[in-house]
């Protein structure tokens, strides 16, 4: 069994990357990758960790696009086996940490201007060496004891449309497409389910656009894909012969429903899912060098 989709708490997660692999060599996992949003901090120490264990891990990231979808939908973009030394890629997530600093400070004065006390110095420590997201918000405003729970914070203060909410800077899609295969990565779409389109022709037909500009794969194993999609992706993926991936989106103590492996419980992924990856990914490599 594998799961190659996981935060730590370089990004969102609760968990070092170091104790990720622990985890994931307890649950007897095959492989992992650690996909932390829009940063690449926690990799060398998850593929330290990962050659002192014997385990598979494989360096990603999940990079939030920027885009019109319907329904509030979302765009992720996985990079799997990406090169976490590529100056290109460093320098454009580090552009994307310091506007993320900046929307914090945005958020900290609007819950002032609302009457809640937050100090940018509390956020900060929070966040630790991470870079500074709204969960890391909404862990305050529960100790400041400003709500009851994290849900609670999001649902008063930082969900789309509430109060404090703030906008993120965000690449296009061609721009990080770019950067991952820049960086000798494979190109997921991640949770194609959560992208908004109620029709899957519709979802497709965008897929196909995704296609275009070089998109490897699709994650097709996730906790809440309903199964007759998650059917009818894999039979599209292999008639375009795009790749398959799949993860738990595991984030530790912050979405405790989730685990590492088995997400809500049923998620089984086989190692198969991973060596034709692997497979994909150094062919790309080549064929680039070549
Ligand atoms: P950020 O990258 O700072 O916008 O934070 C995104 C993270 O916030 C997501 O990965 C979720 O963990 C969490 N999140 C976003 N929207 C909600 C919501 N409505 N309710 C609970 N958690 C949310
Ligand atoms: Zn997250
Ligand atoms: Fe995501
Ligand atoms: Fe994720």
Redesign the pocket.
Known sequence: MIDLHMHSDCS?GTMTPAELVEQAGLLGLDAIALTD?DTVEGISEFMDAGLESGMNTIPGVEI?IDTKLPNNGHFHLLGLFIDPNSQALKSKLDFLREERNKRAAKIIDALNTLGVSVTIDELLSEAGEGSI???HVAKILLRNGAVRS??EA??IY??KGKPAYVD?TKFGEKEALGLVKNAGGLAVLAHPHLMGYSDSLELKERILQIVELGLDGLETYYPSMPPPLASELQEFARSYDLAVSGGSDF?GE??PGIKMGTGSGGLRIAKEVYYDLRDRAALKRKSGAG
Do not use: E
């Open positions: 969102d949003h939030s997201g709204r969960p994290i849900q999001f649902d930082l969900a993120k984030h912050n979405k």
